[in-house]
């Protein structure tokens, strides 16, 4: 009688626990965790930007952690562009509820730590033209820079269509700005350096 027992309440607790699983809901707070979660990869991906000088003995060592780090940061993007398409349309702010202003300023704030670290890329080129004194990674950067630029276009395109208005309206201005600094970086690490330049290589990502 007792097994019985146990057995009717776990098959009683799975079922209630699938539910909540299956059918969570995502609103604009998940959003906006989402985008600070890669603000924080963005800042964590920065410092080790700033740390790489040219001629560093480590230099190989710092490349494949900026490398790597990039890729968490692409990652991140993906999650939070899943999320954002899961997510319910947001409701339009009210005087005691702005979630629509909540996520702009995620984003905004998000904008911002971007712009400084592409900024602070590009102030890098020599260093990446030349690790181990004569390799250049530029073409790497420029491929990696690429594919992250297209990742955020699809995170606006997902949190744009979630925004009410007039957010929504507003929102292309912001991505198009992102997609300007972005250029700006690729146009950068698009110019030949090194006396060695590495082609291209293929970029690992989590599936």
């Given at each position: 009688m007792r097994f019985a027992t146990l057995l009717v309440s776990s098959l009683l607790t799975i079922a209630s626990a699938v539910p909540l699983a299956t059918f969570e809901?995502?609103?604009?707070?998940?959003?906006?965790?989402?985008?600070?979660?890669?603000?924080?990869?963005?800042?964590?991906?920065?410092?080790?930007?700033?740390?790489?000088?040219?001629?560093?003995?480590?230099?190989?060592?710092?490349?494949?952690?900026?490398?790597?780090?990039?890729?968490?940061?692409?990652?991140?993007?993906?999650?939070?562009?899943?999320?954002?398409?899961?997510?319910?349309?947001?409701?339009?702010?009210?005087a005691?509820?702005?979630?629509?202003?909540?996520?702009?300023?995620?984003?905004?704030?998000?904008?911002?730590?971007?712009?400084s670290f592409l900024t602070n890329l590009q102030s890098k080129k020599p260093a990446f033209d030349s690790v181990v004194g004569i390799v250049s990674v530029s073409q790497q950067i420029k491929q990696t820079l690429t594919q992250q630029k297209s990742y955020?276009?699809?995170?606006?395109?997902?949190?744009?269509?979630?925004?009410?208005?007039?957010?929504?309206?507003?929102?292309?201005?912001?991505?198009?700005?992102?997609?300007?600094y972005f250029n700006q970086a690729i146009q950068t690490f698009s110019q030949p350096g090194g006396v060695i330049s590495l082609p291209p290589l293929p970029i690992k990502e989590k599936v």
């Open positions: 809901k995502r609103d604009a707070a998940s959003i906006i965790s989402a985008v600070k979660n890669i603000q924080s990869k963005v800042t964590t991906l920065n410092s080790t930007v700033t740390s790489f000088n040219k001629g560093d003995l480590d230099g190989l060592i710092k490349v494949l952690k900026i490398q790597q780090q990039s890729t968490d940061v692409g990652n991140a993007v993906k999650s939070a562009t899943s999320t954002a398409q899961a997510s319910q349309p947001i409701p339009a702010d009210t005691t509820s702005t979630p629509n202003n909540q996520v702009a300023a995620a984003v905004l704030s998000l904008k911002d730590s971007l712009q955020s276009d699809a995170l606006g395109t997902a949190i744009t269509a979630k925004l009410a208005s007039p957010y929504k309206d507003f929102a292309p201005l912001i991505t198009g700005q992102i997609d300007g």
